[in-house]
């Protein structure tokens, strides 16, 4: 079958996910193809019992799942793509073939199957694939298709129904033990404990204090030039034999390790004795060892490595990366970005290999082509390394792209090309000099230098590196050619201190190679994983570091105490072998997910719910039975954290606080809120202390001497305020329900320095300043964004807070009289430079807005998250927000319905008098109808609200 005969078989209809895939697939096919989206999954499991077919009662109708009849998954069309599958029927119905172009791999497998299933198609049916979308591939794929592969949809459901036992198991659990809306999930958790344990080796590190000397010395040859110069920097690195201590010597305890035998710790003041007694030293060098350098080029993409490089290089978060590379994906620009394999096609080699040839001579072409083997475990070798689309390669100038979209392409088709090129070759050199001290001691100084004779691929591409005092493989140190024996002289002698620093928090790009390396979950999900750890807010971002909350450890210390295989990193390792056995026909779905549900089977633990959590022996123990047996569980002590002997964080439903314990046995401690963005490790003693010495609790201030109600000053989560103490029996509740007046604090006033008047001058606000000369009444007021004067919808703002209780009617007036402005009174100074924003290519800085701070480059425009701060903003963390809010684009604007048409003026007003009752009738019958429809949504979000997010492993 090839796309030249489509009238000899009538008319096909091609299906695809996307809408993006299907416009650019559909060209490449030409008449007698109608190609259509599916709009991703058509039919899942349910997000809500209320979705479930009233037929299934019970714990099915709770899952989704029939654990006890072989774990059948009740699968039901999703709400919102009801349309679009009546659609598909309806385009299938006039159809001749099905082709089902869904991408290749197990959600692309699953996909194709649940359209199958649901649309019952009566033609022929045929599975499309392709790695690429050019019109040669499109064609191919067309004129060769192939079956559903079975095993790929029953590995990929037996993966979906896991993750939703997991979910929907162990998700309750935290909400009766921690806070409501949590959830857990198979590779989700184990991240977010991954974070979690990485802030706990931060907070237990100390750090150490080591010093050495560094010099440069001179070899007193002139001239000097860049291939020889005349000095070189070295540094201490032994003293009578013993090698100075250095960073990698001391553990986290901030002492020198076990090994140390032979090391030397030099303090300040015995680096500076040395440093003294070196001065009138003559220096020699002792050796010069020099071995030849060679570097290989790295491998092409596959999905993980393209999202840490692109985390390094762009400032790309992974779900952004993977955004903009589905983009180019779709729109026939790159392979097929979700893959493991780093394996390149023949076309690929021959492609990338000519324009090596092309641009850089035919010096950088090694004689064979270069294969990479896979190092990613089970890797499926079908799919091709992520690289530039077609047979030939389309260099980054002659896409016609912009923006995020050309600097990825222009990332992978550097990656890909440097691929195909010849090893960079050089030399490294390593410099020892020596002298003795005037007190005796031998002293010696190590220098290390590189020279690159030929770069090779180097010329194309260099790779990134998560830490950024890392030296990069293109970098050059040069050292003055000498030889043993040559005399140097010390020009500069200094003392340098150290300190050992705790290990760094995690990235999106170090936290994805972290998961790969223990082969944890799958590649491909690693971006949704780390979406989902930050949304539900077990983690948030300052700069590019994760950083856990307070939260997180309230919830990982209880799935580790617990649950402890379930976040057991190699538990987790271990499922994913066996979900993977099963996708490859070596082992079956029902009996392991039984072994995993119930324990069913040899080595499953037959003791409590925490020696199945624990134990070990067989990884797959009783779900089921672990969160049944919740009685071990305390929740007040799994969200309980030391500081000292007599402070405690605690995390509680509404945000973490620190407390004190009462010296009064029954009497409740003292407590105070600590800021929800603040990290963990930062979270001293001292700090406890200073929090709980601010004002708390209710200030009492005096009565109100027109209502006699007491009023107290308190200090809320959103910040201090005043308010009203309304007699006992005043109703709370129900249409006569009184509420107390409230009203924040001014900028100018403190919690523990506001007094009655202040809180009476507070309370009467908003005040009258008077009427205006066609009777409406102006009103003085506070908001939001600041005080303001308010007639009718007319609002204007006031310069000063004082000016709400001083403006008079003729200010207010006056005010009234100048033209509004729509725009700023005038551009206030930026708070923050960041530089210049690699994509506008404009200046970027950060400026105070009516909603906060926020980035701008005069084009763009995109506010601060609750995790950034004006001061430690970076500017890669600047550019990173504004390209977020490019690719969301414009807000569109809701258009406003057009006013209907005046009704002819010819009615009868007996005509008119009925209409009006009749309308009258419908008004009410339809405000019945809304606020039984409001009723019937307002419990619908709110079983919604309980629904899991699980893992799509």
Known sequence: MSPSSETAHGQRLVIVESPAKAKTIKGYLGPGYIVEASVGHIRDLPSTAAEVPDKYTGEVRRLGVDVDHDFAPIYVVNADKKSQVSKLKSLLAESDELFLATDEDREGEAIAWHLQQVL??????????????????????????????????????????????????????????????????????????????????????????????VSTFGTGRTPADAANPETFGARLSAVDGKRIASGRDFGSDGRLKAGSVNTLHLDEQAARAL?????????????????????????????????????????????????????????????????????????????????????????????????????????????????????????????????????????????????????AVGQSVTVKVGGRSSDGRDAEFSASGKIITFHGFLKAYVEGADDPNAELDDRERRLPQVTEGDPLAAEQLTPEGHATKPPARYTEASLVKELEDREIGRPSTYASIIDTIIG????????????????????????????????????????????????????????????????????????????????????????????????????????SFRISDDLTLRVGRYGPYVERASTVEGEPGQRADIPEELPPDELTVELAEELLAKPSGDFELGQDPVSGNQLVAKDGRYGPYVTEILPEGTPKTGKNAV????????????????????????????????????????????????????RGTD???????????????????????????????????????????????????????????????????????????????????????????????????????????????????????????????????????????????????????????????
Do not use: C
């Not at 003085?780 to 308010?790: E, I, M, T, V």
């Not at 009615?907 to 429809?933: I, L």
């Open 275 to 423: 440093a003294a007694a070196l001065e009138q030293t003559a220096f020699s060098v002792r050796s010069v060892e020099s071995k030849p350098y060679r570097r290989s080029p790295y491998a092409p993409f596959r999905t993980t490595t393209l999202q840490q490089e692109a985390s390094r290089k762009l400032g790309f978060g992974a779900k952004r990366t993977m955004q903009v590379a589905q983009k180019l994906y779709e729109n026939g620009f790159i392979t097929y970005m979700r893959t493991d394999s780093t394996t390149l096609s023949e076309t690929a080699i021959t492609a990338a290999r000519a324009q090596v040839t092309q641009l850089y001579g035919a010096d950088y072409l090694p004689d064979a082509p270069r294969t990479y083997a896979s190092k990613v475990k089970n890797a499926q070798e079908a799919h091709e390394a992520v690289r530039p689309s077609g047979d030939r390669f389309r260099t980054p100038a002659e896409t016609g792209l912009s923006g995020d979209d050309f600097r990825l392409y222009e990332l992978i088709w550097m990656r890909t090309v440097a691929s195909q090129m010849k090893d």
């Open 536 to 639: 539900r807010r077990y983690v948030f971002k300052k700069g590019t570091a994760l950083v856990p909350s307070f939260l997180s450890f309230a919830v990982v210390n209880l799935l580790e105490k617990h649950f402890g295989r379930l976040v057991d990193y190699d538990f987790t390792a271990r499922m994913e072998d066996d979900l993977d056995r099963i996708a490859a026909g070596e082992a079956q779905s029902v009996p392991w997910l039984k072994r995993f549900y119930f324990g069913e089977g040899e080595g499953h633990a037959t003791g409590g719910a925490a020696e199945a959590g624990n134990g070990d022996g067989d990884h797959l123990g009783g779900l089921k039975e672990l969160v049944t047996d919740l009685g071990a569980i305390d929740a007040r002590e799994i969200s």
């Open 795 to 953: 609002s204007r703002s006031l310069t000063s807070e004082e000016q709400m209780f001083t403006v008079t009617l003729e200010e207010a007036l006056a005010i009234y009289a100048q033209p509004k402005q729509r725009g700023r009174a005038a551009a206030a100074p930026p708070l923050k430079e960041l530089g210049t924003d690699p994509v506008s290519e404009r200046p970027v800085v950060v400026k105070d807005g009516r909603f906060g701070p926020y980035v701008t480059d005069g084009e763009t425009n995109a506010t601060l998250r609750k995790d950034d701060e004006v001061e430690t903003i970076t500017p890669e963390r600047g550019y990173e927000l504004l390209a977020e809010k490019r690719a969301r684009g414009p807000v569109k604007k809701t258009a406003k319905k057009a006013p209907a048409k005046k009704a002819a003026a010819k009615k009868t007003a007996t005509k008119t008098a009925t209409a009006t009752k009749t309308a009258a009738a419908k008004t009410t019958a339809k405000k019945t109808t809304t606020k039984a429809a409001a009723k019937k949504t307002a419990t619908k979000k709110a079983a919604a609200s309980k629904a899991t997010a699980t893992d799509e492993g």
């Open 120 to 213: 019952k198609p009566k033609v022929p049916v045929h599975r499309m694939v392709f790695h690429e979308i050019t019109k040669t591939a499109i064609q191919e794929a067309v004129a060769n298709p192939r079956e559903l592969n079975q095993r790929l949809v029953d590995a990929q459901e037996t993966r979906r129904i896991l993750d939703r036992l997991y979910g929907f198991e162990v998700s309750p659990v935290l909400w009766k033990k921690v806070m409501p809306k949590l959830s857990a999930g198979r590779v989700q958790s184990v991240a977010t404990r991954l974070v979690v344990e990485r802030e706990r080796e931060r907070i237990a590190f100390r750090s150490a204090s080591y010093w050495d000397l």
């Open 739 to 790: 509420k107390p007046r409230t009203a924040s604090l001014l900028k100018t006033m403190a919690l523990d320095t506001v007094t009655l008047d202040d809180a009476l001058k507070l309370l009467s606000l908003p005040r009258v300043v008077g009427v205006d000369p066609e009777g409406v009444e102006i009103t003085a007021q506070n908001g939001r964004y600041g005080p303001y004067l308010k």
